[in-house]
């Protein structure tokens, strides 16, 4: 999978803060990770982690009170923080897309689900009409919308919710990108429909060879789609690894917190096993390990000094002074 | 009790303040706007509390001022030493001295009727919203119909009515602009009686009285102090209209309006002066309490918070 | 009926429309009125719950659960059906009693950004119930209650000076469950409390609930649409389809061995950390509207294993088994204990 050629997207060491009155708060304090072409990385966070906040910064759409302070976004070869505007809204939604949460507002309301296709089509190259429709209708017909010639002329609001998600799926497909973010995209939509969306992704995904980050707070959502999981805290990857070897053995000591939170290994009826305390907020961001205050394992060190980025084999990384044996599941 | 604590966020304290309330004093501070407007509005404030020491005459005591000394302009001097700096009126007022106790007028005024709207059409809102049915119809059709005249006939009519002075100029204009509070406030409200709070207070069995004005009136007042501050400036506006065709304040309790108007007849023959510094006054005044409705209503605005 | 049920409903129904326009009453007059439209939200639901047990209520979104949650609070009057209290009919009761049916069932809600009274402060949310209710005599006798409810949830007392808005999700969901408990209920109904949180809070939270439950012997229903959530607290699980029950059984076994078409799709469709790069199916077809049900068994379009007869015949609630019962018409032969 991952082979001789270069990846898709490399990211180095990036940061993004957020100013208010008091100051600059980092919300993405140093990421780095790597996509190859094909690839389906799980980005899992709870709120506070900065997930979201990477999302938009690889994609270079942070605006105030957020900035991009640091680090390289190589996609394809090229670092596309260091792009001009112009060149990035290029990139974006053709090469680059997004898809966000909530379906009900990803769309216009005001114009035609055909408009917004063809102007998704339109505002990167110039098309003939009729070619813009077929490749329309087509892009609609794979994302498993019936009778797509008659919806095209249809508003957001004669779908459901489902359907609009299905439907913002489709327009980032148009252009074939080789990469696409999707920020938590089945979350507001019912079990059975999110089933359904992430089949047809899925099966999508293979067929196109699209690399994709899959952003979200469910374990078990990652668990069945994602090639590779990277586990993010207050703004740090802490973990990051093939889903296999994070999932059953899992070393650092949230992402196996996160593991017990989830009913399913513990016994009915049984307390969790709960992780106490919060995600510090963006603001009061504790020294050392940022998950020092929840972390059975803390000691000393790890209230003072942030740890290393830990490689193992294959890729496998992690950040902790006292990471969780190996054998331990 | 103590081991449930142990595993729990107590050991945390709570989110800090949200940085809304800090950044709206805070910008308070910092904002030139704001600031220039409240303390242009401040000062009218002041002013219009410490008129008695400024003011080198009591235009309301007849005996004070003389016809003699009538339509002087600007910076002349009277009999007896004293300066007008804005020159007289028609009757030999110190108009500067006429124009602090004008406003005097006008700001009790304004305040006096949009508080008393704001009270009345407050109530109704809400207990149309949370009553709905019969009551509700009733209460918005009459809402409706009020709204339904222009502020001025109805306030015309009223004061051939109930006669003239501030009191009833108060009354009057009452009458009309409870009907706006009403509106707004049965919307925000019907909104808040939606919320699960809201829910969670019925659930809990407290009496309708209860749910209305404890729970769901303050979190819809928003909206409606904000319309209320831009409101103080019409309900001035409204009176200075009413007095200006001569049903409003009294000929011997002159409100900036009546002062605008007692100096009509002389615009033309050069006397701006009875007219244009009470209209300037006028302006300033409601133009400061526009603009500080205007900043309040963005930073109360629950988008920022 | 169960003897040790603390609530039964039957038949218990909740139909939301508006009342017809001048024109359409016009028509009317004239013989020709058109279709007002009624959405069922919850359509004839038979329930007991036992006291001290978790009852779960799973099902999608439009399925009616929170309807239904809220008729049994009592916050929302059903539109057909009776819902007996301890025995007693809620119809029936003298308003004093029927306070007590109010007080004795409370509801912890879902959004706990929008269940808290954000202009007061938290001492005086808990302390309202008994001031109004008089439970308490006199500020120190009050004070204590609230700051006894505040430890039972796991929060310090000196948080009864703040508002809502400074505290987090979880803090404020169990600010609501003080709120609720402070009134000493009998029945908790839980509509989707943990579903707003983040897992590692979720976690928290259902494990206050399992607390709670030792400590004060309560009954719970518990709303929710996440399977594994309910499975794991629940001892017997109702599945909610387009306003209607279509299965009920006791936890484990509707697990082990799910028997109507939509529970064995929903249990296949949740994701889940233990299966690993699963090739996922596609299922057709999207949840109906209450106001345009299908014909026959509301799930007919949707199911796999659909037969003519339930295109047009909608099937009963039938026993399949002790304490199990089933809405399909794959089951209709089977006759068991009722």
Known sequence: MTGDRPPVLEVRNLQTVFHDLRGAWPAVNGLSLTLHEGEVLGLVGESGSGKTVAGFSILGLVDRPGEITRGEVIFRGRDLLALSPEAQRQLRGSALAMIFQDPLTTLNPVLTIGEQMAEAILEHARVAAAEVRRRCIDSLRRVGITSPETRLSQYPHEFSGGMRQRVAIAIALLNSPDLIIADEPTTALDVTIQGQIIAEMQALQRETGTAMIWITHDLGVVAELADRIAVMYAGDIVEIGATDDVLDRPRHPYTRGLLNSVPGDTARGERLRQIDGTAPPLSARPTGCAFHPRCDRATDICRRVEPPDTAGPAGRRWRCHHPLPEAAA | ?305 | MIDDAILDIEGLGRSFTRQPLLAERLLGLLGRRPEIPMARAVRSVDLSIRRAEVLGLVGESGCGKSTLGRMITGITRPTAGRIRYKGAGVDEMPPAVRRGFTLGVQMIFQDPYASLNPRQRVGDILAEPLRVHRLAQGEPAIRARVDAALAEVGLDPSYRQRYPHQFSGGQRQRIGIARALIVEPELLVCDEPVAALDVSIQAQVINLFLDLRARRALTYLFISHDLSVVHHVADRVAIMYLGQIVELAPAAELFADPAHPYTRMLLAEIPSVRNRKRRFHAVKGELPSPLHPPPGCAFHPRCPSAMARCRTEAPALRAIGPGRTVSCHLFADERGPQ
């Open chain 2, 1 to 305: 009790m103590t081991a449930a604590r142990s595993e729990t966020e107590a050991l945390r304290p709570p989110l800090a303040d949200t940085p809304a309330r800090r950044a709206i004093l805070a910008g308070l501070k910092r904002r030139p706007r704001i600031r220039g407007a409240l303390i242009a509005l401040a000062a009218i404030v002041l002013v219009v509390l410490l008129l008695p020491l400024l003011a080198s005459q009591d235009p309301y005591d007849l005996a004070s001022f003389s016809v003699m000394d009538s339509r002087l302009p600007p910076g002349s001097e009277s009999m007896d030493g004293m300066t007008f700096w804005l020159g007289t009126d028609s009757q030999g007022r110190d108009m500067l001295s006429a124009i602090l106790y004008g406003m005097r007028i006008s700001l009790l005024v304004g305040l006096a009727s949009t508080a008393l709207s704001l009270a009345i059409g407050v109530t109704v809102g809400v207990v149309a919203a949370v009553l709905g049915g019969r009551v509700e119809a009733l209460l918005m059709r009459l809402v409706d119909f009020i709204l339904g005249f222009p502020t001025i006939l109805v306030a015309l009519v009223m004061l051939a009515v109930i006669g003239r002075g501030v009191d009833k100029v108060i009354i009057a204009i009452v009458v009309v602009q409870w009907a706006n509070y009403a509106r707004i406030m049965r919307s925000a409200a019907l909104g808040e009686r939606a919320k699960e709070y809201v829910e969670a207070a019925y659930n809990l069995a407290y009496p309708q009285r209860r749910v209305m004005f404890r729970h769901i009136m303050p979190n819809s007042l928003n909206a409606v102090l904000v319309i209320a501050t831009v409101h103080v400036a019409s309900a001035i506006t409204l009176e200075a209209t009413l007095s200006f065709l001569g049903v409003g304040v009294p000929v011997t309790q002159p409100s900036l309006g009546l002062l605008v108007a007692s100096g009509f007849d002389y615009l033309m023959s050069g006397d701006y002066w009875i007219s244009f510094y009470p209209g300037i006054a006028l302006l300033a005044l409601i133009f400061s309490l526009n603009f500080v409705g205007d900043r309040l209503r963005t930073a109360l605005d629950p988008k920022r918070a």
